[in-house]
């Protein structure tokens, strides 16, 4: 089981690292080929329509054809994805091509990385459901969250070591660590789902007990996109910073978040005694302590701590609703639930970007405000729901 769970932890992982390790790098990347900050919205976002597309097809597809299968194909995709864009990269970087040709590669290459990203999220998230009971349901969902933890610190750090070799160096990075995870996985994981011959029933959002579960992911990711969005503009204009001084502020108090959510998911992996809806109500109440203190007190030290408050609600929140979703759904579809709380994920790096770029320009605390009323609704909600059953896979499959 120990290296089953090295594995599920590792797969994610590197599909969270090749999804920011960009990300840093970017910018400059895209200024050196001559390009526009449109070009680069429209490439990153091009990616992120595409996974919020494929999750639930990848979902559905470790349901028939197993968790091993896709999670293997994912790698492999990912790996020929990040070639040709890093190819793309440097042939435009060498003058190579340019133009229309140049800015059209990049983004079916950046769609290409998207689509085949989710696969191993989602199906990761449906073997760890295949191999925990109920009980040990949630330790599992929050070893997936740690691992989302972990990819989104040392993601972009990565990048950053890496950039002082050359800015494309991240890309070479994030085309050898697919590879890397691919070997892992075929090694070490056995093959637990076995094929269905008849196929199970499809998963549908509003199918009972999931709808809370999606709308929870959707706020929770809306919420730390946003931060990562607007957060550097916000307090450089609440405490009058240069910008060497906001790199290094919002640097910290990511940091801190990221390593708040890790430890809170680490002790919720060693002593899982809050349920999946308990998990909600408490994340998304600290959350909302965090977003006040972010609205509300205007100093350095105030925003650290509501950077970790952040981390831990999040860290809370994520295997609340993984694990809620997981519940509420058979062992069949397992898969196809893992894909609707990916695609929930692709979405929300849709939106949040363009809606809290554009709120902002209205007022600077509008994408704060709103991201707070947004978790107050979630936690209303908990406290209005909290004494009702959890729906478990027993209770449906009887």
Same mark, same amino acid.
């Given at each position: ?6 594995? %599920? ?8 690292? $090749? ?12 200024? /050196? ?6 070009? =680069? ?11 919020? %597309? ?65 696969? %191993?999220?989602? =199906?990761?998230? $449906?073997?760890? $459901?295949? #191999?925990?009971? *109920?009980?040990?349901?949630? =330790? ?34 994030? !085309? ?39 709308? $929870? ?10 931060? +990562? ?15 060497? /001084?906001?790199?290094?502020? #919002? ?29 909600? &109500?408490?994340?998304? &109440? ?45 062992? *069949? ?11 929930? +994920?692709?979405? =929300?790096? %849709? ?14 605390? #509008? ?7 947004? #978790? ?9 729901? &909290? ?7 027993? !209770?449906? *499959?009887?």
């Amino acid at each position: 089981m120990a290296r089953i769970r090295f594995s %599920v932890f590792f797969s994610v992982f590197v599909s969270m690292v $090749a999804l920011m390790i960009i990300a840093p790098v970017m910018p400059p990347l895209i200024r /050196e080929l001559g390009l526009s900050e449109v070009h =680069s919205g429209i490439i990153i976002s091009l990616g992120s329509v595409a996974m919020a %597309v494929m999750a639930p097809v990848w979902g559905r597809l470790s349901d028939l054809k197993g968790r091993k299968p896709v999670i293997l194909m994912g790698f492999i995709g990912m790996f020929i994805s990040y070639v040709i864009f890093t190819a793309t990269m440097y042939a435009g970087l060498r003058g190579g091509i340019g133009g229309g040709l140049l800015l059209g590669l990049l983004i079916a290459a950046r769609a290409m990385v998207g689509m085949f990203i989710p696969a %191993v999220p989602s =199906s990761a998230q $449906a073997y760890m $459901a295949d #191999v925990t009971d *109920e009980k040990g349901r949630s =330790s599992g969902m929050a070893l997936i969250g740690a691992a989302n933890g972990l990819g989104l610190v040392l993601g972009p750090a990565i990048a950053a070591v890496f950039a002082f070799i050359g800015l494309i160096w991240p890309l070479y990075i994030g !085309a050898l660590l697919p590879i890397i995870a691919f070997f892992v996985v075929l090694m070490l994981v056995p093959t637990h789902k076995q094929l269905n011959h008849i196929k199970p029933p499809k998963v549908s959002p509003f199918q009972r007990g999931i709808p809370l579960n999606l709308m $929870a992911g959707m706020i929770t990711m809306l919420s730390i996109i946003t931060l +990562q969005v607007v957060g550097g503009f916000y307090f450089q204009d609440q405490l009058a910073l240069t910008t060497q /001084e906001t790199a290094r502020m #919002v640097s910290i108090g990511l940091m801190l978040t990221g390593f708040a959510m890790i430890l809170t998911q680490g002790i919720q992996m060693k002593s899982s005694k809050l349920h999946p809806k308990q998990l909600l &109500l408490v994340g998304s &109440l600290l959350l909302l302590c965090s977003i006040a203190l972010f609205l509300f007190i205007n100093s350095l030290l105030s925003y650290y701590i509501a950077f970790s408050l952040f981390g831990v609600g999040t860290g809370l929140l994520m295997p609340g609703f993984m694990t809620g979703a997981s519940l509420a759904v058979s062992s *069949e579809q397992q898969g196809g639930v893992a894909g609707l709380i990916a695609a929930v +994920q692709g979405i =929300s790096a %849709v939106i949040a970007p363009i809606l809290s770029t554009m709120l902002y320009r209205l007022d600077k605390h #509008v994408p704060f405000a709103i991201m707070g009323v947004l #978790v107050l609704i979630l936690s209303i909600t908990m406290v209005t729901v &909290l004494n009702k059953p959890t729906i478990s896979n027993s !209770a449906i *499959e009887k």
